[in-house]
């Protein structure tokens, strides 16, 4: 019989599975300060005149990074506990988009719709 650890055991809960190897690290490290310091970069420097561009660049280095992130320091893929990882981060990501844009929709709607105030008047209750 085994001495080893379940998790340790050939074909035990981890195998074949885990953390990632030091090179995977070092990768997601540099790509994480690279995708910080660009938009820091376009801020601070001012290299592009439009600031819609540079707000759509950030977004989209953003979205990268997310998907760094998951992938180099959270191990979500395709293969990891037959892809119900990845499927239970994924329905995470569309509630979380859906609260979010749902909760903007609201108050965009809330504001455009409220009935204006003469300038000056003040509220009275009755």
Known sequence: MSTLPVHLAPG????GHGHGSRRGYRIGVALSILLTVVPFWLVMSGALPDPAVTAAIIFVLALVQIVVHVVSFLHLDTQSEGGWTLLAFLFTAVIVVLTI???VWVMYHLNAN????PVGAVP???
């Open 124 to 126: 009275t209750v009755r």
């Open 114 to 117: 409220m009935m204006p105030m």
């Open 12 to 15: 035990g809960h981890g195998a």
């Open 101 to 103: 844009g749902g909760s």
